[in-house]
C-alpha cells in the first residue's frame, strides 16, 4: 500500500510522471509498468508523460482498496 502524503500533487490538475515518481518514490521502470498494465493513465504532452490530477486521485484510492495486491510468491530454485 502506498503511505505517502500526496495532498501537494492532487490538488494540481497535472503532474509530470516524472515528479510523481520522486513523490512517491518509485523508478521510472516501476511506473512504465503501472502505465502498461493500465493501472495508471497518462497523456503524452510534446514527447513527455504526464498524469491529470482526476487520475491520480483515482489510482491512489485504488490503490489504497487494495485493488492491486498480489499475494507474495517466493521463487522457486531448480534442483540439481
Request: glycine share 10%; proline share 5%.
Amino acid at each position: 500500500m502506498i503511505k505517502v502524503n500526496m495532498d501537494e500533487y492532487v490538488d494540481r490538475p497535472i503532474i509530470s510522471l516524472h515528479r510523481f515518481c520522486q513523490g512517491i518514490g518509485i523508478s521510472a521502470a516501476t511506473a512504465w509498468r503501472w502505465r502498461k498494465d493500465g493501472w495508471l493513465k497518462s497523456i503524452n504532452i510534446a514527447g513527455r508523460p504526464y498524469i491529470m490530477g482526476g487520475e491520480l486521485r483515482s489510482f491512489l484510492t485504488r490503490a489504497e482498496a487494495g485493488e492491486f495486491s498480489k499475494a507474495h510468491h517466493a521463487p522457486i530454485r531448480p534442483r540439481g
